[in-house]
C-alpha cells in the first residue's frame, strides 16, 4: 500500500484537495475524523479529547488495510500540533501515535488560500497561520519525513499535488498521462 497524509494548518484545503485527489487517482480516502467528532459536539472539546481524535483517525486509517492506494485526510502529526500549540504540551499517546505511523509521502498545504470563516477554526490570523505553517516544516524535517508543500488556488492546487506525487509515485500516476 502507498499512504500518503495530507497535512497543514487549519483552511489550507486539505479535505477539499484529498477527495479531489482520491477522485482522480481512483483511490480510497480517510475523512478529517475530528471535523465529524466536533461537529457532534457543537466545537466543545478537552485536551483528553484530543486523544480520542487522535485513536479515531488511525482507525480511519487502519480500516483501508487492502487498499492499494490510501490518501489520508488529517494524520495524528496534525493533532500533535493542535495540541502543542493548544495547551503547551502533547500527550505520550498523541505523541506515540503520531511516531509509529508512517506514509510513504506527506503532502503539506501551504497557507496561500484564502481564510475561510468556519466555527469549529481557531487560529485565523495571517500571524497564527504563517507559526502554525512553520511548525508543521519543523516536525516534518525533525522527522526526517519526505513532503513536498502545495500551492496555488483550485486546479493548479490540484495539479500541483499530483505533479508531487507523480515525481514520487511514477508507477501510480502514468494513466494521468
Not at 509521502?105 to 497564527?128: C, M
Amino acid at each position: 500500500m502507498i499512504r500518503i497524509a495530507i497535512v497543514g494548518p487549519e483552511s489550507t484545503g486539505k479535505s477539499d484537495l484529498t477527495k479531489a485527489l482520491a477522485k482522480i487517482l481512483d483511490c480510497a480516502f480517510t475523512e478529517e475524523m475530528a471535523r465529524k467528532y466536533l461537529t457532534a459536539r457543537e466545537g466543545k472539546y478537552t485536551e483528553q479529547d484530543l486523544s480520542i481524535l487522535a485513536q479515531l483517525q488511525c482507525d480511519a486509517e487502519d480500516a483501508y488495510q487492502d487498499a492499494k492506494i490510501l490518501l489520508c485526510d488529517t494524520t495524528t502529526l496534525v493533532i500533535k500540533i493542535w495540541s502543542d500549540v493548544k495547551y503547551g504540551r502533547c500527550s505520550k499517546e498523541i505523541t506515540d501515535l503520531y511516531l509509529q505511523r508512517k506514509y510513504d509521502y506527506t503532502l503539506l498545504t501551504d497557507i496561500d488560500l484564502p481564510w475561510s470563516d468556519d466555527p469549529l477554526r481557531e487560529h485565523p490570523s495571517l500571524d497564527d497561520r504563517k507559526m502554525l505553517m512553520d511548525l508543521y516544516k519543523i516536525e516534518l524535517t525533525a522527522h526526517r519525513i519526505n513532503y513536498g508543500i502545495v500551492q496555488g488556488l483550485g486546479d493548479e492546487r490540484i495539479n500541483n499535488a499530483l505533479n508531487l506525487i507523480k515525481t514520487q509515485f511514477p508507477q501510480i500516476t502514468a494513466s494521468l498521462l
